[in-house]
């Protein structure tokens, strides 16, 4: 059974900076592209950043320059370095990612979310 256990989210002045880590675990034979998005309340979740398996990264417009995505394949984990944070960035955000499963029950290929971890920016 795969699964994405995030941590390093909580409590941060603006201005402030905070890493956020996801881990993949389980039956993972590949990972594709793995990203992070954020949801507040009452509102859609939308991509804060992705990152393929070669390595090429996009932003969303609101964190570019601030928010750096990057990732260790050997360890199936993606990271979320957020600099310059700002009271709007508060959100809970969720790792996503794109992979290939191989177990008892063969290959197969989903999407994969983690449980979310809490961001919380403010004084």
């Known amino acids: 059974q795969v699964q994405l256990v995030e941590s390093g989210g909580g409590l941060v002045q603006p201005g402030g900076s905070l890493r956020l880590s996801c881990a993949g675990s389980?039956?993972?034979?590949?990972?594709?592209?793995m990203a992070w998005y954020r949801q507040i309340p009452g509102k859609q979740r939308e991509l804060v950043a992705r990152i393929t398996s070669g390595g090429s990264t996009n932003y969303a417009y609101s964190v570019k320059g601030r928010f750096t995505i990057s990732r260790d394949n050997a360890k199936n984990t993606v990271y979320l370095q957020m600099n310059s944070l700002k009271p709007e960035d508060t959100a809970v955000y969720y790792c996503y990612a794109d992979l290939r499963s191989n177990d008892g029950l063969g290959s197969r290929r989903g999407d994969y979310w983690g449980q979310g971890t809490q961001v919380t920016v403010s004084s």
């Open positions: 389980g039956s993972i034979f590949s990972i594709y592209t």
